[in-house]
């Protein structure tokens, strides 16, 4: 507990970082009538299924638009990874949610956030190795203690050294970060040091438009001399058209406010808002959260309701 306080600030905790997960898992999606869930598609692809192979290091890069439903994602993949079968090996999962109003958004903050969780399954070697970097910095203080940084960055990657076995590494929003690109290659450093001996498994999402580290000559050769394949998978609006058709059906198929509507005009609704959302669902759940309001009797109805959501409405969201 001493450590774990040490690590992180009053106002992060194991716990808040724990419900935050949480809170995104009850953002996916699930038709309790069929049990279709959304994302499933990603689980099923090639890349996913090589990434989490654990006798090898991977990094796998998701890159979508503003609401396109990122971080449910990342929250499904680290609930995927956490709750595996036993016989597919042990899959213990970093993970951080860096969000641009979040205690969690420079690269200090990340490292804390990371070291913290590796408490909670921690050998008495590594607790030891822990201890040692206390008693050299008794207090982290202020985030920007760029002196002390480079220390936590190697701890990091001695405790991980120290395993048998695969760890995963889940950031979520690395473009949110105050230096997206130095924690990219601070992450990636962990990844290919530990490419030889346990293994590590680097997961980061980030916007399309998001500067790529990974053009990096240095990276590259870095990653290629230790064998550590990168795969990128961009959340379309094809990938997510059937998710989003399931999601807008079963809200309006069960919202009160929809349900005096006759079927043509409910089929309406959820192809037009479809259509508009562009496979974003924060877009879907706001343009149908502003239609429950509307008196809609006849196609036109709806036509006029919708015309009233800017089709840009999120661009300021970028």
């Known amino acids: ?24 898992m009850q953002k996916r999606f699930q038709n309790p009538k069929t049990a279709y869930k959304s994302f499933q598609w990603f689980f099923e692809t090639v890349e996913y299924q090589q990434f989490v192979k654990i006798d090898s290091s991977k990094v796998l890069k998701i890159k979508g638009s503003p609401g396109c439903g990122k971080s449910v994602l990342t929250a499904s993949v680290i609930h995927h990874l956490e709750s595996s079968e036993p016989h597919s090996g042990s899959r213990d999962v970093l993970y951080c949610y860096c969000n641009r109003a979040s205690e969690q958004s420079n690269s200090m903050a990340l490292v804390r956030v990371l070291l913290a969780q590796t408490l909670q399954w921690a050998t008495p070697e590594m607790i030891l190795e822990v201890k040692k970097s206390y008693s050299v910095h008794p207090v982290l203080g202020a985030y920007d203690m760029s002196s002390i ?37 601070s992450l990636i450093k962990i990844t290919t040091s530990l490419a030889s ?26 990653m290629a001399k230790n064998n550590v394949e990168c795969f990128q998978l961009d959340i379309t609006e094809e990938q997510t058209r059937r998710d989003l058709v399931e999601f807008v059906s079963y809200e309006v198929s069960t ?14 609704i959820v192809a037009s808002v479809c259509s508009r959302a562009r496979g974003m669902f924060l877009y879907a759940s706001l343009a149908l959260e502003d239609l429950k309001g509307e008196t809609i009797s006849s196609i036109a109805d709806v036509d006029m309701a919708l015309v009233n959501l800017p089709a840009g409405l999120f661009n300021g969201y970028k």
């Open 1 to 24: 507990m001493l450590l774990s306080a040490w690590l992180l600030p009053d106002e992060l905790s194991i716990s808040k970082i724990a419900a935050e997960q949480d809170t995104y």
């Open 149 to 185: 940084e480079g220390d936590l960055w190697h701890l990091l990657r001695t405790l991980l050294g120290m395993r048998d076995q695969k760890t995963f590494i889940v950031v979520d929003g690395i473009d949110n970060c105050a230096q997206p690109l130095f924690c990219a290659r």
């Open 197 to 222: 001996k346990a293994h590590c498994g680097l997961l980061l999402s980030s916007r399309l438009d998001h500067r790529d580290v990974f053009g990096s000559k240095s990276i590259q050769a870095s």
């Open 255 to 268: 919202r009160p406010s929809f349900l005096s509507s006759p079927r043509i005009i409910q089929d309406k």
